[in-house]
Nanobody
Framework: VQLQASGGGLVQVGGSLRLSCAAS????????MGWYRRAPGTQREFVAS???????MYADSVKGRFTISRDNTKNTVSLQMDSLKLEDTAVYHC?????????WGEGTQVTVSS
């Protein structure tokens, strides 16, 4: 399982970014895929997840601002981030759950500036 995230960058408060993650190695249409983030000096935290059926879950801190989606034909998961805040600054990692394990991709940096 390989996961490659992209789309991070520098954005001002209130701006938007869209992260994408491509999974390879198999089909993941039935697996939960998600996004986590780690800010400097903190532990990795859950951001959002989406099941193979499209059921979504969000951390309270991003509800109403972030939207997770997936394209099972392309094995991709995306995170649309709107109304970004300074506290959204972090390295974002995509994940896929498979056979009792959680696989992680290399992170992509998101920096929100004032």
């Amino acid at each position: 399982v390989q996961l490659q995230a992209s789309g991070g960058g520098l954005v001002q408060v209130g701006g938007s970014l869209r992260l994408s993650c491509a999974a390879s190695g198999s089909s993941f249409s039935r697996n939960v895929m998600g996004w986590y983030r780690r800010a400097p000096g903190t532990q990795r935290e859950f951001v959002a997840s989406i099941s193979g059926f499209g059921r979504t879950m969000y951390a309270d801190s991003v509800k109403g601002r972030f939207t997770i989606s997936r394209d099972n034909t392309k094995n991709t998961v995306s995170l649309q981030m709107d109304s970004l805040k300074l506290e959204d600054t972090a390295v974002y990692h995509c994940s896929v759950d498979r056979d009792g394990m959680r696989y992680w991709g290399e992170g992509t940096q998101v920096t929100v500036s004032s």
